[in-house]
Each structure stands twice: as C-alpha cells, then as structure tokens.
C-alpha cells in the first residue's frame, strides 16, 4: 500500500507518463504534470477537478487519457472494472469526445414470441379436464373481456380486474383461478407484460393452437391496481335467462346478432356438445343443425 495520497497519486502521475510515450517522459509539460497531479489529485482534489483546472494538461489529450488511466491501474484488483469502463470510452468526455455507447442503450424489445411459446408449452394436460388448458385459458380471455361496456367505456380486458374481490368471485368466474395461477410463472418470467395482455394473449395462442385462426392480438393494455375498477356482478351472459338477456349483453358490448350466435355457442350448459371439444371448429353448429330434428 502507498504510504498516503500524495505518494499514491504521485506513482500514479508516474506511471501515467511512462504510458504517455517517451516523447513525454521528459518533457518539461509532462514533468509539471506529475507535479501538479500528484500534488493536486493526492490532496483531495481528485484526477478529473485536475485535469479541468488545467487547460494546458487538457490540451494535451494522449497526456491525460495516460494520467487517467494510470490513476485506474494504480488501485488495480477489484476496481479492475474501472480501467475497462475506461478503455471503453466512459472518460472521452473530458477530451470533448462522447462516451461510445453500451448496448444497455438499446431500446428495451418485448418478446412477445417467446411469451407464446411458454403459453403453447402449458396447454397439453393428461390429468386435466379433455386433457387440455386451452378451453379455460379461451375463457379466461373472454371473461375478462366479456364486463366490457361501449356506452361508458368501464369493464372490459383492460385492467385485468378478476385479480381482485369481488370480480373474482362472480359466479360467472368460478373455477378461472385455474386459468389465472397456470399463467402465474409465465407472469413472473416475463414482469413486462401485464396481466391484461397476458390473459387475452392466452386467449389467442389457445384458440391458434385447437386449431383455430390465427388471431391478430395487439398489446398496450394496463392493469389497475385495486378492486374499485371491478365491474359489478351480472354483466356477463347467463344462457338460462333467455335470448332477451343475451341480447341485452351483447349489445351492451357492441355486437349484433350474428356475432352473439357466434360467440354464444354451447355456452352456459354442462354436456359434451361435441366429440372435439378440445378442437376449435363449428362442429357444434353442425350437430345443432344437421342432426338434429325439431
């Protein structure tokens, strides 16, 4: 160890010389240099302040840069990582030059691929249900999406309210925390996304993956922070209250009556509507209409 600053700063100004070439090892600028440095830096005032405070040093670019990276091999050990930041550029500021960049300067990309492929990877379950999550991820999506209103803009995907009381106890929602925890580690892996984007990107990647078309999913929605955003119970359709209820429903969110028979299907009733229920088509539709006589 050096025995105090000044002796520190002057092995430092020393070696920072020698690393100047020849040309200034016995130059009357570089020999001032060692002076100043070690007297100025080693008291207090540090190698940065010095090389401010004198533009004749400062004039001299291959001179300071030695000075400056003498100064960061001098403590050597674990401020080794100085001495790199410093071949990097990070002190060409003090020469009027910009530091070059880092690729911590990027632009930060969402990998929402990667998210599909993590979702993909869940559905496929033996044990569970007609041996796929697909079906209660589809739900999941449009439950969270099914309290929107178009008159007042409330409900609806975007704030992911079901992660709260009372929203997820609606009997419209019983059994969704299955949907809702298997996202969970896809959530934890990815915390960029929100809540929102995940659950209907669920969506979209299940119906794609039974068998469906591929559906044009965007992101940019946001997740509230608290229960007061919930909507309040009976906005989503009950099957058991008639084509007047359903209507009311549907309309609320803006749709017709084509697209209320097209997303109604079997919905609400307990049966095994058709021999694919794992496969997204209009199978129930042709059982409905072509095999049935009423």
Not at 156 to 162: E, I, K, L, P, V
Request: glycine fraction near 10%; include cysteine.
């Amino acid at each position: 160890m050096f025995r105090n600053a000044r002796h520190h700063w002057r092995q430092v100004a020393k070696l920072a010389v020698a690393g100047a070439g020849p040309c200034h090892a016995s130059s009357a600028s570089a020999t001032g240099a060692v002076r100043q440095f070690a007297s100025e830096a080693g008291g207090g005032k540090g190698g940065k302040a010095f090389v401010a405070d004198n533009p004749h040093i400062k004039s001299d670019p291959q001179l300071v840069r030695a000075l400056m990276q003498g100064a960061l091999l001098a403590f050597g050990g674990g401020i080794g990582a100085l001495y790199a930041a410093g071949r990097m550029g990070y002190f060409d500021s003090m020469l009027g030059a910009p530091p070059q960049s880092s690729k911590k300067d990027a632009p930060f990309k969402p990998d929402y691929a990667a998210v599909r492929e993590d979702i993909a990877s869940l559905l496929d379950a033996e044990d569970y249900d007609d041996g796929s999550y697909g079906p209660i991820l589809v739900r999941l999506a449009w439950h969270s999406s099914g309290t929107y209103s178009e008159k007042d803009g409330t409900g609806g995907s975007n704030g992911a309210t079901m992660r709260f009381r009372p929203e997820a106890e609606h009997s419209a929602n019983a059994g969704l925390h299955v949907a809702r925890e298997l996202l969970e580690p896809i959530k934890k892996k990815y915390p960029w996304i929100s809540y929102s984007d995940l659950w209907t990107l669920a969506g979209c990647v299940a119906v794609e993956e039974l068998g469906g078309p591929v559906i044009n999913w965007k992101p940019g929605r946001s997740d509230k922070i608290d229960h007061a955003a919930c909507p309040e119970d009976g906005r989503l359709p009950d099957a058991v209250k008639g084509a007047p209820h359903i209507r009311d429903i549907f309309y609320r969110m803006g749709f017709n009556d084509q697209e209320i028979v097209a997303l109604s299907d079997r919905s609400g009733f307990e049966n095994p509507w058709t021999n694919a229920p794992t496969t997204f088509s209009n199978l129930y539709y042709q059982e409905l209409l072509e095999k049935n006589k009423w």
